[in-house]
């Protein structure tokens, strides 16, 4: 039976020696942090699902690259190696492949970066994927198996969710996992222009509520009343009826995590079931109180409309990690002070603070590269959320790091992050139940 090795590169990076200094000081960023690194490779264990039963599976977490999971890897002599990353992470994945390959393992890559730089990545393995995984997988195997893998596989259609596997959570073991991965919808109607996220796999799609509880009766057959992280990039953007995904979430009776912008805050249809079904916490993209990106779209609205929105989600016993991207258009010392001090009295359950950055695809790269803004000394290890990559426009690129962490300190020192806990504690005692 040919044997499949599965690599995910799980984690979260940084390049900056101060900001690996103060990610680790400050409790807040540390937890969410080691949270983001134990969560399951979904799109690894959708393909897992998909795969023909004569082929045996092996899945491997890797927060780093190093000699023992290379020789791990070799030790299953696999018929082929699928590897997962994402582009702070993509330089390592070209090196395990380049390891692999030099024992005569064959590879396969893919994910959002090499589906934006498939030439790229051509040079370190013997195919790599395009665009959604499930499009192409089986024909990637059956090449695979026949021994003519071609360099680079393109869907001919973007998948339809309605055929969604059901993810072989066996895979992960029996360790004990703080929280499960589960997607309900796949990219985003919105076109923000720094977002590197699966919108740019594809169009935005939703996954029938009937694949969604099938999904979920596979999660809660391993923990009885799981935590989940919704993979989604804005889990009630489209048209489909969000009460059947919402009462196919409270049947379940988990607990989980997601992503939407503010606009739900004006849904009452939505607002009045959310945490019943289970929310625990929304991130929501406030994004700058300065910058206006391009593509917002229809979540494009004066400060005060957004905020009114976050209060009505939290009013309703949901908290909201308010998202902002730092660096923009417009963005200066006195911007960042500015936000600072807004962080500082802002209503919001916690914060998270992040760099634009010019991911591969997007039009904000597009824009930049133009430009000649790019910085040519920082590699694909730099695009981690916290390290800078291009030329800011009203400040050198010194001033925007240190201006970063130094809101970065202030917004997660020990009284906001107390108060913010605070805040958090106010908003679930509004639930019927408290969240774990």
Same mark, same amino acid.
């Given at each position: 039976?040919?044997?499949?090795?599965?690599?995910?590169?799980?984690?979260?990076?940084?390049?900056?020696?101060?900001?690996?200094?103060?990610?680790?000081?400050?409790?807040?960023?540390?937890?969410?942090?080691?949270?983001?690194?134990?969560?399951?490779?979904?799109?690894?264990?959708?393909?897992?699902?998909?795969?023909?039963?004569?082929?045996?599976?092996? $899945?491997?977490?890797?927060?780093?690259?190093?000699?023992?999971?290379?020789?791990?890897?070799?030790?299953?002599?696999?018929?082929?190696?699928?590897?997962?990353?994402?582009?702070?992470?993509?330089?390592?994945?070209?090196?395990?492949?380049?390891?692999?390959?030099?024992?005569?393992?064959?590879?396969?890559?893919?994910?959002?970066?090499?589906?934006?730089?498939?030439?790229?990545?051509?040079?370190?393995?013997?195919?790599?994927?395009?665009?959604?995984?499930?499009?192409?997988?089986?024909?990637?195997?059956?090449?695979?198996?026949?021994?003519?893998?071609?360099? @680079?596989?393109?869907?001919?259609?973007?998948?339809?969710?309605?055929?969604?596997?059901?993810?072989? $959570?066996?895979?992960?073991?029996?360790?004990?996992?703080?929280?499960?991965?589960?997607?309900?919808?796949?990219?985003?109607?919105?076109?923000?222009?720094?977002?590197?996220?699966?919108?740019?796999?594809?169009?935005?799609?939703?996954?029938?509520?009937?694949?969604?509880?099938?999904?979920?009766?596979?999660?809660?057959?391993?923990?009885?009343?799981?935590?989940?992280?919704?993979?989604?990039?804005?889990?009630?953007?489209?048209?489909?009826?969000?009460?059947?995904?919402?009462?196919?979430?409270?049947?379940?009776?988990?607990?989980?995590?997601?992503?939407?912008?503010?606009?739900?805050?004006?849904?009452?249809?939505?607002?009045?079931?959310?945490?019943?079904?289970?929310?625990?916490?929304?991130?929501?993209?406030?994004?700058?109180?300065?910058?206006?990106?391009?593509?917002?779209?229809?979540?494009?609205?004066?400060?005060?409309?957004?905020?009114?929105?976050?209060?009505?989600?939290?009013?309703?016993? @949901?908290?909201?990690?308010?998202?902002?991207?730092?660096?923009?258009?417009?963005?200066?010392?006195?911007?960042?002070?500015?936000?600072?001090?807004?962080?500082?009295?802002?209503?919001?359950?916690?914060?998270?603070?992040?760099?634009?950055?010019?991911?591969?695809?997007?039009?904000?790269?597009?824009?930049?590269?133009?430009?000649?803004?790019?910085?040519?000394?920082?590699?694909?290890?730099?695009?981690?959320?916290?390290?800078?990559?291009?030329?800011?426009?009203?400040?050198?690129?010194?001033?925007?790091?240190?201006?970063?962490?130094?809101?970065?300190?202030?917004?997660?020192?020990?009284?906001?992050?107390?108060?913010?806990?605070?805040?958090?504690?106010?908003?679930?005692?509004?639930?019927?139940?408290?969240? @774990?």
């Amino acid at each position: 039976m040919p044997h499949l090795a599965m690599i995910a590169l799980s984690g979260v990076r940084v390049r900056e020696s101060e900001m690996i200094a103060l990610g680790m000081a400050l409790p807040g960023l540390h937890s969410r942090g080691q949270a983001i690194a134990a969560l399951p490779a979904l799109g690894l264990l959708t393909l897992a699902g998909m795969t023909p039963d004569r082929w045996t599976i092996s $899945y491997h977490d890797a927060p780093v690259v190093h000699e023992q999971l290379v020789a791990a890897v070799l030790a299953e002599r696999p018929a082929l190696a699928a590897i997962s990353a994402l582009t702070a992470s993509i330089t390592e994945a070209y090196a395990l492949a380049d390891a692999l390959r030099g024992e005569g393992i064959r590879v396969v890559i893919g994910g959002l970066h090499a589906s934006m730089c498939p030439e790229e990545a051509s040079a370190h393995a013997d195919a790599v994927v395009v665009g959604d995984g499930e499009s192409s997988w089986l024909e990637v195997l059956r090449d695979a198996e026949s021994g003519s893998l071609r360099p @680079v596989y393109r869907p001919t259609r973007p998948f339809d969710l309605a055929q969604s596997p059901i993810p072989r $959570y066996d895979l992960l073991g029996p360790r004990e996992r703080p929280r499960f991965t589960l997607q309900t919808a796949r990219g985003c109607p919105l076109a923000c222009e720094f977002c590197g996220a699966s919108r740019l796999l594809g169009p935005f799609r939703e996954k029938p509520a009937a694949c969604i509880e099938r999904e979920l009766d596979a999660i809660r057959s391993r923990v009885r009343r799981p935590v989940l992280e919704l993979a989604d990039d804005n889990t009630f953007a489209g048209r489909r009826d969000a009460g059947e995904l919402l009462g196919v979430l409270e049947r379940s009776g988990v607990r989980y995590f997601t992503e939407a912008d503010w606009r739900i805050g004006e849904r009452p249809e939505i607002l009045d079931r959310l945490a019943a079904s289970g929310c625990v916490q929304v991130l929501v993209g406030v994004e700058s109180i300065v910058s206006r990106f391009v593509g917002l779209g229809a979540k494009a609205a004066p400060l005060p409309r957004v905020m009114e929105a976050v209060q009505r989600i939290q009013d309703h016993g @949901v908290a909201v990690i308010a998202c902002f991207v730092v660096g923009g258009a417009g963005e200066d010392l006195d911007s960042i002070g500015a936000l600072a001090e807004f962080l500082a009295a802002a209503p919001f359950a916690d914060v998270q603070l992040t760099l634009a950055t010019p991911f591969p695809g997007t039009p904000m790269r597009h824009a930049l590269e133009r430009r000649g803004r790019l910085l040519g000394d920082r590699g694909w290890e730099s695009y981690t959320l916290f390290d800078a990559t291009f030329q800011p426009e009203r400040l050198s690129v010194e001033q925007l790091e240190s201006a970063f962490r130094s809101l970065v300190q202030t917004t997660f020192g020990p009284e906001p992050t107390k108060r913010r806990l605070g805040i958090r504690q106010s908003v679930w005692a509004r639930r019927s139940e408290a969240p @774990v």
